[in-house]
């Protein structure tokens, strides 16, 4: 055999790595979408066993709409998917079902999840949840209260295919290199404050409820900055065009009072003491030397200057670009 045909050979081993890459996730979330153990995971990435089962290679086949069983054994052909999406409806073996999937959920984070623990926060009894272990397949309200208790309880976003296994469809798929993050729309404003942004970050589940979210490139968001990151809509009376006109929207980053200083240019968006939703440019930055933050509009022509102090400002995001509505 040519060099040339060895350098294009793509083995099964490859591909299977080559398709989490494209997912952007780990060995490990790669396993529990398509059914096997990490440890399985990790021995196929490696490369041992040379060939992976014919079982293995059908949980991949049956998990994504674009992958075969001929196209992962056919050494000689490397093309790969443009793009990948679920099968709509992942068939649920006679010995499994969604409630072994969430007990398997529970025992892999324990001792932060527990029976007790989480029937505390969706407000059942412990053998309720017990009882959910034995569940073939949950109604969409229990669903989304397991989920909620979760994400709780593990402080993050808890996704139905980590749990249950299942996976958007090809409707809904959403490109791998963005972020789910929260709106914020005009309607939001006279709501916002550090109680209602908790509100919103413990009742986000995108997956279930995706008007709720829109999606920003995940370069522009750090794994620290995602509890803080938000969708705000740009509304009629912000006059910061051209930059951002009605109907954008935009990353907002929430910060942290001690941080207010430290933001010299760019956007940002302001509720005031006063419950006043502020969105400008940052002209001045003296709240460490005189205490007084200086904002304007894009432009003179849209308006004046603003100058607030610290103790005026209730709220404060930072502006890192405009999102531009890619919503699922």
Do not use: C
Not at 149 to 158: E, F, H, P, S, T
Not at 197 to 209: A, G, H, I, Y
Not at 229 to 256: C, H, K, Q
């Amino acid at each position: 055999m040519s060099q040339t045909a060895e350098l294009y050979q793509m083995n099964a081993s490859e591909k299977i790595t080559a398709l989490r890459d494209m997912l952007g996730i780990n060995q490990n979330r790669f396993s529990q979408l398509i059914g096997v153990a990490p440890s399985t995971m990790t021995r196929l990435e490696r490369g041992t066993p040379n060939k992976p089962s014919q079982d293995t290679l059908q949980k991949i086949a049956d998990t994504f709409n674009e992958v075969t069983i001929e196209w992962l054994e056919n050494d000689q052909d490397e093309t790969m998917p443009s793009a990948l999406t679920m099968t709509n409806e992942r068939p649920i073996a006679q010995n499994d079902h969604e409630g072994k999937r969430l007990r398997r959920f529970v025992e892999r984070h324990k001792p932060t999840l527990n029976q007790e623990l989480i029937g505390k926060e969706i407000g059942v009894s412990r053998n309720q949840v017990g009882a959910y272990y034995n569940t073939e397949r949950f109604r969409q309200n229990v669903r989304i209260n397991i989920l909620k208790a979760l994400g709780k309880l593990l402080d993050r976003n808890v996704t139905p295919e980590e749990v249950f296994g299942e996976a958007r469809t090809a409707a809904t798929s959403v490109p791998t290199n963005l972020i789910a993050v929260p709106r914020l729309s005009v309607a939001d404003r006279p709501k916002l404050d550090a109680k209602y942004l908790d509100e919103v970050q413990s009742n986000f589940m995108p997956s279930m409820r995706p008007e709720t979210a829109m999606y920003a490139p995940k370069q522009a968001v750090s794994v620290e900055q995602h509890k803080r990151a938000y969708a705000i809509e740009v509304g009629n009376s912000d006059r910061m065009e051209p930059l951002y006109f009605t109907g954008y929207w935009l990353l907002g980053l929430a910060l942290e009072p001690a941080d207010y200083s430290r933001l010299f240019d760019g956007s940002v968006a302001i509720v005031t003491s006063d419950g006043e939703f502020l969105l400008k440019r940052v002209i001045a930055n003296n709240l460490r030397t005189t205490g007084v933050l200086e904002l304007g509009s894009f432009t003179t022509e849209r308006g004046g200057t603003v100058q607030l102090r610290k103790s005026d400002i209730q709220l404060m995001f930072s502006i890192p670009g405009i999102i531009y509505g890619l919503n699922a």
